[in-house]
């Protein structure tokens, strides 16, 4: 762990959750897990052939009297949709494989496809910065994944890839030409992003995000509160009623390092987008003023 890393306790967990629609008005899908199909492996390309998954989109249907909001394609949000999930009943576990969130939880909607390496590194703002930066790989967009350390030095995975390696001394970041051999594969883009991990926080994913409006809110974007503790949600999709209400499903990392998945509150896994705040089970509320967006390429 480097020195610009923001560490989460776990010492306090809330348990607040917004009243939305009833449990049977929010539904979730039984949907039966199947093999990835080859588009899906394209899209997700860290999925293992062997892997049963469903996909976000067909696992939560919105409440009664909401649609989905309508995405471009392509978009982040869209693929976020189709996010690949484990089937129902799984726990979610951490990078040592220990449980760390019972499947019978009430707090758990469902635990993301998503590897979790074997240390202790993808907590909660890493694991939006993988999703964001596995979407623009999928994308065929390799040459723009770029994010910022804590310390605000951009650390690139075009020059990653090109065998710069970053040399860190205190709070100066230093990228050396010639450090390892070139290499772009995927086995050199995991390595990149515990990289990323190491150094990168909440309070990164803080500053570098855009500021989106409430009105402006779409899938993809994220609430966070910068710090030492710090916490981020990704929000994974929306959904509107006729009078222009918005709910939203809701996900997370957390720590120590552990599957990414997919929040439910007290109603369900939906959660209101109406008030002043958000109110996740595992944080404090998130002020509609804490909501960023990371730069799509």
């Known amino acids: 762990m480097g020195p610009f890393r923001p560490l989460m306790a776990l010492a306090t967990l809330f348990t607040v959750a917004l009243p939305l629609v009833s449990c049977e008005a929010a539904g979730r899908a039984k949907v039966a897990p199947h093999v990835p199909t080859a588009e899906e492996r394209t899209r997700y390309p860290w999925l293992t052939a062997s892997a049963q998954v469903r996909s976000l989109e067909e696992s939560f249907a919105p409440p009664e009297g909401y649609t989905r909001m309508p995405l471009e394609a392509g978009s982040f949000g869209a693929w976020l949709r189709g996010l690949p999930l484990r089937p129902d009943g799984t726990p979610v576990r951490d990078f040592q494989g220990q449980t760390v969130l019972a499947a019978s939880d009430a707090r758990l909607a469902a635990v993301g496809e998503l590897d979790v390496g074997t240390v202790n590194l993808q907590q909660c703002a890493d694991s939006i910065l993988r999703l964001h930066a596995e979407w623009r790989w999928a994308s065929g967009h390799p040459e723009r ?11 690139s995975w075009p020059r990653y890839a090109a065998g710069e390696r970053a040399r860190v001394s205190g709070a100066k970041v230093t990228w050396v030409p010639g450090s390892a051999a070139a290499d ?3 086995a050199a883009f995991r390595n990149y992003l515990d990289l990323l991990f190491t150094y990168a926080g909440t309070l ?3 500053a570098e995000g855009a500021r989106p409006t ?6 993809g974007d994220f609430f966070v509160l910068g710090g030492s503790p ?22 997370q990392g957390f720590t120590p390092a552990q599957d990414f998945h997919v929040l439910a509150g007290r109603d369900g896994p939906w959660f209101s987008l109406e008030g002043d705040s958000v109110a996740t089970p595992f944080w404090v509320p998130f002020p509609m003023t804490s909501l960023r967006r990371l730069p799509a390429p």
Do not use: C, M, W
């Open 145 to 155: 994944i770029a994010y910022r350390f804590t310390s605000g030095h951009l650390a």
């Open 204 to 206: 990164s994913i803080q």
């Open 214 to 219: 409430r009105e402006q809110l779409r899938p």
């Open 184 to 186: 772009s594969s995927r």
């Open 230 to 251: 710090g916490h981020t949600v990704l929000v994974l999709d929306v959904a509107s009623n006729t009078k222009g209400e918005r709910v939203a499903l809701v996900g």
